[in-house]
């Protein structure tokens, strides 16, 4: 945090008793105090209405697809999977380009540093009348009951069907990430605040920040992907590498960003391959040899 030592102006409004305060010199800056601060921000016309469109045809598809491969969605019912369109990358490429979008990467670098990895980007689709398994209170980093002095995790919802009051959108507690126990239910009822967000637009939150999802009483589907990037101590849910099948290994930081770089081995010995068939540096090039 940017923090710069001013005389007190006495104007209206825009005076501070106070030796430091944040400066914002750009929507950017704006962004970062408003995710420090409440644990989230939003993004808006992240996505035109072709992208959207397409999107949702192709999140249907998916969970189509998924529900018919563990054969039928009493299935997913059964295990808490419904309305859940996995790994969307592993069918169609067009979602590289929600995960990389610029935007939403530039606070990924800020806040977790150049070394992250993609943890998981699904699709959920919030189908009317079902209940969901994100509808309870939680954190994305799940039953942790502990938080961090910088974010390990940060979560993107991008909203594919607007939030509104008849499909509920989400619920969130402001500033929840800074404090390791989930509150009482009566702090969370005066306190919680209900967001509606337009399509197109991405919520961004930190992944020790308290939300749920609300219930879908409406007639359609509320759709959305969500996206968790996570510092590479985190291993994936579903490898992704190995169902991408070495696509996209040949670019640098997609070989790092979908977890290439950090993948579970089976053996010391594909530990060591590895390491050799994938050199991310060279010690030798750090040893000197003393006169």
Wanted: proline share 3%; aromatic share 12%.
């Amino acid at each position: 945090m940017e923090a710069k030592k001013q005389k007190l102006s006495f104007e209206a409004e825009r005076s501070a008793w106070v030796n430091e305060r944040y400066i914002a010199n750009n929507d950017f800056d704006l962004r970062v105090e408003e995710f420090m601060r409440n644990g989230y921000t939003v993004l808006e016309g992240l996505l035109n209405a072709t992208d959207v469109a397409y999107i949702r045809n192709k999140m249907d598809e998916v969970y189509d697809a998924q529900v018919a491969d563990m054969g039928g969605e009493e299935v997913l019912i059964e295990i808490g999977e419904q309305g859940l369109a996995r790994n969307l990358l592993e069918y169609d490429e067009f979602f590289l380009n929600l995960m990389t979008h610029d935007d939403v990467l530039a606070l990924i670098r800020h806040f977790l540093g150049q070394y992250f990895t993609l943890f998981q980007f699904n699709g959920n689709l919030n189908i009317q009348n079902l209940p969901a398994t994100s509808t309870p209170w939680h954190r994305d980093i799940t039953f942790r009951d502990f938080i961090s002095s910088r974010p390990i995790s940060i979560t993107t919802i991008w909203v594919i069907d607007e939030f509104n009051q008849e499909n509920d959108g989400i619920s969130v507690l402001p500033g929840s990430q800074k404090h390791e126990l989930f509150p009482s239910f009566d702090f969370v009822e005066k306190y919680q605040q209900k967001l509606f967000a337009k399509e197109g637009s991405v919520i961004v939150l930190d992944g020790m920040f308290f939300h749920r999802s609300g219930f879908n009483n409406s007639d359609s589907r509320r759709r959305t992907c969500q996206g968790m990037y996570a510092l590479p101590f985190m291993g994936q849910q579903i490898s992704i590498p190995r169902t991408l099948k070495d696509k996209y290994s040949d670019d640098p930081f997609l070989k790092q960003f979908l977890g290439y770089n950090s993948m579970q081995q089976a053996s010391v010995r594909d530990w060591r391959q590895e390491k050799l068939d994938n050199k991310r540096k060279n010690l030798n090039n750090f040893m000197v040899e003393e006169d």
